[in-house]
């Protein structure tokens, strides 16, 4: 290769590195991931407006536009550094804030930045839209399967024998690789967990801390 042909092709990379379109697949791989929990999550639509307080009027905090959601992996990184999204997985139509307060008249306060637990008003009357955590799992983990934060410690992946740490330890998971679930009662769920050794191990997990937090979370990514 001549050196024209290698100055040129060098150039294309850098200028097809620095205009290509940012893949922003976010999912909460860590129980640090999300430090502003609140009361639930909201689906966004792909174009909100967030206001200062509820209702139409006050100030605009920031207006957010991306590409459609339902046929694009591809989001403005502008538009990402504005917003944390916990989870924000186009290719299954996710785009989830977190929420601190739902008055039930379809205002939701969202948490817009999970570091700073800035917050601002968004107005979605999609009655579908808003989940608890209870119900986040039930319509997303029951689709998709569920992961383990990576951050647990060994003693937070066991699977006991009823919704009590006292009871019988079933397993310890070093190794756990696809999480299915049957039900939900409290703070603790009935799992299955397939293994390293790809078998089924059945039993109770504690899914959700006293505190609010969460340890695990929903896959959202096709399972084979």
Known sequence: ????????????????????????????????????????????????????????DSKIIREVNYENIKKSAIVNSVDM?????????????????????NPGNDWYCVFLNQETGETGWIYNADKNAFSTYRQLFYKYGKKYGIRF?????????VLYSKEDKSSQ????????????FTVIRGNWMLVSVNDRTKTAKVG????????????????FKEQP
């Open 1 to 56: 290769m001549s050196m024209k042909k290698f100055i040129i092709t060098i150039l294309f990379f850098i200028l097809t590195m620095l205009f290509a379109p940012v893949r922003a697949d976010i999912i909460p791989f860590g129980s640090h991931s999300i430090k502003y929990y609140g009361i639930g999550v909201i689906n966004m639509p792909q174009n909100y407006t967030v206001y200062q307080y509820p209702r139409t």
């Open 81 to 101: 550094r504005k917003v944390s999204y916990v989870a924000y997985v186009p290719s299954n139509n996710v785009a989830l804030l977190t929420v601190d307060l």
């Open 149 to 157: 934060f990576n951050d647990l410690s060994e003693d937070e992946k």
């Open 169 to 180: 330890v079933i397993e310890n998971l070093s190794y756990p690789k696809y999480v299915s």
């Open 204 to 219: 109770w997990f504690n899914w959700r801390n006293e505190d609010g937090t969460l340890n695990m979370f929903p896959n």
